[in-house]
Structure formats: structure tokens, C-alpha cells
């Protein structure tokens, strides 16, 4: 619910290029083209597409819908996704190409090897079972998806030249965090399969720019954690890495700090009482204390404590609650505290070895 109106779930990339595929193949068989188009989504739900094209060149079908993410901000939404069917000699099975705007892996880590389209495994499950053993070539197209990646991770994942085709539900959530962590676990992933010994999560991009500068960190070995260092460092508890940063703000990490793993402002908003605790264990006086109680956000009461080494102990009490994520993992940990213009106020550093 937002402002008491309930949001409206949408369609995955992936569902709406079944659907598309699954058009095009009716009337290569000689069906015609259905339209709508129901297909199967993988929890057993028909959901019934709309056409937004459909045609022949040659001997190969085509067919469109348009994305409905619903009321998600998904980059994708209103896109046109579009599947091109082509048959193939007998015992070829169903061959997998990118179109225009769809993306092609370049790197290990991924549940798609390099030299693939960036179809992932349900989408691609998902065109198969609406094709049955066909022989055919499906070519999946996204107009205008290579501009639309700009705006993603894909180049970070090393997915270059347009989208990926996603989704494991066929449906959109609307505001969902479960896209955002998958992206963090296949980063980490990436950066495993690299090779990488040391990758650094950051709440924001002016710490994720200052943590790379200090430890001279390749793109690849950056995670977009976000909000959600919970799902970063539950990931690296079973997927360790010898070497992990984790770099933000004051305020979030003054979250972490206080035990938060989800620092997003709507779950909980920074506790002053307890920093000003801290900043007494630091030697602030009584009256500091106050202000730092008084104040409205955490980079103010850090100006409060001016001269005491507050950034240095709220690194500290945030590398506890990452370390205490992290398990028995034997892994090197280190926690820093940026400010808004990447200058690091605080930091701890230590193995995690238990």
C-alpha cells in the first residue's frame, strides 16, 4: 500500500517474451496468431498478453507485447519485447539469440556462461515449455535496450549491448527488494568467479567512489549494496570472499552500528540516545551529549563531537553487527565511514576468525 492505495503487480521481462514466442511459434505452425496470448507462468497461473505486432519476413515469425511492470519503477516498463522464430533442421532444439537491446554475457558467475544471451534460466525454461520440442531459433528483441541498460548494472556484470531477460515468478512486484539483493548475490558471484579477493559493498555513490579510490578496487569488485547490507553479508556468509568492505555514510552506518541490516529511512530512523552513549564511551561531555540528542541527523551530532574519534567507534560497533552476519567465515573485514563529500571519518578493520 502506498498513500492507501493498493499498487499494482506487472509482468517480467521474461513472461512477456514467452508470451511473445509462444504467438509467433502458433502461427509458424500454421495456427495464426493468437491474440491474445495465454501462456503459463511457473507457479502454474494463465495469464492472457495482449499483441502489440505481429507479422512475417521470409519464412520467420514475429511477434510483441508491450511490458507492464505495473506500478514498479522498472526501467523496462512500457518497453516492447519482442520474439522472432526461425525453424531449424530437426534435432537443433530450441536455439536462444539476442536481438537488438538484449545483452550478451561476457563474464563467469552469471547462471548464464559467457557467449549467451542474457536469457535467463526461467525465462528460458519458460519459452521451452510454451514451444514444446520444437526445432527453432527464438530471437528476443528489446527495442531501444541498449539505452535502457545504461541505466542498470548489466556493464558491471559484465552483460554488454542491451538487457537481460528476467524473472523467475513472471510477476512483478511492485517495489520489491528481491531484484535489488539478486543483483548484489550475482555480483558477488562475478566477482568469485574472477578471481577477485576483496570486494567492497557501499551504501551510495559517494562512498562507493571513495572506497574505491582507497583500496584501489576494479569496477567488479563493487556491489551496489544499497539499503540491504543484510543481504550482502548473509550471501557472503555461505559465498565468502578472502577480503570485505563495507562503506557508507554517517547515517547508515550508524544503522548498522545499532544493529539494523536494512537501512532504508522507512525502517527505522537513526537511534541519537544510543550514539550520544557512544560518544560518551569516546569522552563527550554531558552537554555534547545533549546536542547530540538534539540533533536532526547523524552527520550533525558527528559535528557535535568534534575532536573525538566517534566516526572511528560507530566504524566499530558496525564491523560487530557485520561480523556477527558473517559467522564463522574466516574473512577479512573492514568497515568505513564516509561523509557526503567522501572524506572518511571512521573506520576498523580486523580478521574475522572464530
Known sequence: MVDSRTLRSGWTTGACATAAASAAWAALCGRGFPDPVTITLPRGE????????????????????????????????????????????????????????VGMVTRPGLPIPPGEPAINPVPRQMIRAALGDADVEVEIAIPGGAELARHTLNGRLGIVGGLSVLGTTGVVIPFSCAAW???IHRGIDVARALGLDHVAGATGRASEEAVQALHALPETALIDMGDFVGGMLKYLRTHPVPRVTIAGGIGKMVKLAQGRLDLHSKRGSVDLSALAKLAAACGASGDVQARIIASNTAAEALEHASGLALGDAIAEGAWRVAADVLGTAAIQLDTLVFDRGGALLGRHERNLRR
Do not use: Q, W, Y
Open 46 to 101: 494463465s495469464v492472457a498478453f495482449a499483441l502489440a505486432e505481429s507479422g512475417f519476413v521470409g519464412a520467420r515469425a514475429f511477434a510483441a507485447v508491450v511490458k507492464d511492470a505495473g506500478d514498479d519503477p522498472d526501467v523496462t516498463h512500457g518497453a516492447l519485447i519482442r520474439a522472432t522464430l526461425t525453424r531449424l533442421p530437426p534435432g537443433n532444439g530450441i536455439v536462444f539469440r539476442a536481438g537488438e537491446g
Open 181 to 183: 539483493i539478486d543483483t
